[in-house]
């Protein structure tokens, strides 16, 4: 399924951590796809090159393909070459996650290396997101880089492991976290970009909102875990209601009337400003 150079086998507890923000240490140049980012110190640029200095030497930072299993080398797999697996198209969405969830899960854990390395995978998201932001915030790149980078850290820390899909859900976490800290001055940045004048304002929110609040949602009971899993993944992820119930057994007409029940219930939350 995956063809890359084997490497020797490494115990992963040993590598240095590294902060992604310290530059002292960068001294290689960065491969990034825009050659007009070379030679610069942007925050990405500067994790990308730290990235690479942890995979120098003879214990590079590692998994074991055999314990994570999902189609992966049964061998001590460096990061550097795990991300070309990832983002090969070969990889399957169930092995990606898979990956994504353990590597989460040690940057929980361990921080550091791990931490510097989860940034790393993630960097063509990053960069994309990036992107989409500055066109709609008026700052410093560099600043902007920052900020979506400390915001995605801290999604790595929060983002629920249980829900498929833990890039796109990074990514959401990462992007509403950037838009609600320039909300207080930029109000229009959340504001449902449909809305007509002397119309009600439609009860909208920015991708990685629907997350936090489905979740906000169950805690203060308002719907229960099993609503808040069927509109996430019939509402957020576009899986058709028909095929959520075959996979689960549910019978058609009572899983439609239970979701209608939980979104009523959401509405009238929002209206009564519970939520």
Partial sequence: MFHTSARPSTDTTTAPALDPTDTTACETTCHVDDPSRRGNSLPLDVAERSFELLMRGPQPLSVDGGQLGHGLPARMIALDDLRA??????????????????????????????????VVLAIPMLHRLTAALADRISVDREELEAEVLACYMEAVCRVNLTWSHPVLRLSRLTQFAVLRAHAPERPDLLADPDRNDGEQQA??????????????AVRQRVITAEDAQMIGFTRLEGIPLSSYCRHRGLLYCTALKRRQRAENALYQALLDGGL
């Fill in 203 to 216: 009860l909208t929110y920015p991708a990685g909102h629907p997350d936090l609040l489905l979740a906000q």
């Fill in 85 to 118: 697996m990832v983002l090969h198209p070969s990889c399957s969405r169930t092995t990606r996650d898979h990956v994504w969830r353990h590597l989460i899960g040690q940057a929980r854990a361990q921080r550091g290396a791990w931490m510097v390395a989860t």
